[in-house]
């Protein structure tokens, strides 16, 4: 197929675009052609490229058509984040591709009270993303029962190399992990069991594609896509520190004491994750389209740290992971 990836040089892109390519597809990369894609891969040498600035061109009006002037078969949305975008996408497409997948997220549900939990779980979406996703989500949904080839996949917190995971306090401050490398007291918020679920990106890309070559299993459904199990915020940062050889050394704070020790842009991510507390189930991507993720969460993360590590972005002195 002649398949059209927006977001081509994101965290998901990045692994996905290669993958396409070596199944055969004729891949268009579109993006605002700002940024490398984060692991480099012979197969973007095939790759069609395109630029449009997502931003502005919604803008006006004309993101629809201009994607459409791509002439896909099929159409990946990595970075849809507004309902009224998505309909523009439609509109425009409707009639002219065999597949569109867009790119969703877990915090669709909210934080629901059993364990694990599948995808039709009551839902109770909260916070701006989570809301707009929902609403997306519903919307390609009931377009599907009418005949638009929508389907939806539904990430955890996506890691890997080229950029700084999700850490065990549930923020994206890498001396977390530097505290853990170096044997220091890290504190976590209240008791340390709000749960955290990444997923490798090269594991996303993995769902994307079995999408891509499984459509009438994909099309009108939506997909977990995520480490086969969460793992609590203090049992992950056991494992942090075990990469150095070290014992974590933990303390745990009530919510509004912890919040004190961060800055303010890291206890609303910390909220944020620690109030949804993820416990998905992949069962249903794993018995559908054949996903079988190759990380675990905490691989996933270990993989990214590796990274920083490698690149002297984390300043751990002479232990190394």
């Keep these: 197929m002649r398949i059209v990836v927006l977001g081509a040089t ?67 949305d990595l970075i849809c984040f507004d309902p009224s975008t998505a309909r523009e996408l439609v509109e425009a497409l409707r009639g002219r591709v065999e597949l569109f997948v867009h790119c969703g997220t877990l915090w669709v549900h909210g934080a629901p009270t059993s364990c694990p939990y599948d995808e039709t779980v009551r839902r109770e979406p909260f916070g701006d993303y989570g809301i707009r996703k929902d609403a997306i989500e519903r919307y390609l949904l009931e377009e599907a029962t009418n005949g638009f080839p929508a389907a939806i996949l539904h990430p955890g917190h996506i890691s890997g190399p080229g950029w700084a995971p999700i850490n065990p306090a549930g923020n994206l401050d890498v001396r977390v992990f530097e505290r853990l490398a170096r044997g220091e007291l890290v504190p976590l918020p209240d008791d340390g069991r709000a749960r955290l679920q990444h997923v490798h990106a090269d594991d996303v890309a993995q769902a994307f594609a079995l999408a891509v070559a499984r459509p009438t299993d994909a099309i009108g459904e939506a997909f977990h896509v995520a480490a086969r199990e969460p793992v609590t915020m203090s049992d992950y940062a056991h494992q942090a520190a075990q990469w150095f050889g070290r014992e974590a050394n ?72």
């Excluded at 459409?68 to 078969?73: C, H, M, V």
């Excluded at 919040?259 to 992949?282: F, G, M, N």
């Excluded at 249903?284 to 996903?291: H, T």
């Design 250 to 321: 933990l303390s745990f704070l009530p919510w509004n004491d912890w919040a004190t020790t961060v800055s303010a842009e890291d206890a609303r991510i910390t909220l944020d994750h620690a109030a949804h507390s993820p416990c998905a189930t992949i069962e249903k991507i794993r018995s559908r389209l054949g996903f079988a993720p190759r990380y675990s969460g905490v691989g996933a993360a270990k993989d990214a740290v590796d990274w920083l590590v490698a690149s002297g972005k984390l300043d751990i002195g002479s232990v190394r992971a």
């Design 10 to 76: 994101g965290h998901i892109g990045t692994w996905l675009v290669p993958r396409l390519v070596r199944d055969g597809h004729h891949v268009v990369a579109v993006s605002r052609g700002a940024r490398r894609p984060y692991h480099d891969a012979d197969e973007w040498r095939s790759v069609e490229r395109a630029t449009i600035d997502r931003v502005s061109a919604e803008a006006d009006g004309s993101y629809g058509s201009r994607v459409a002037a791509l002439r896909p078969t099929a159409v990946i």
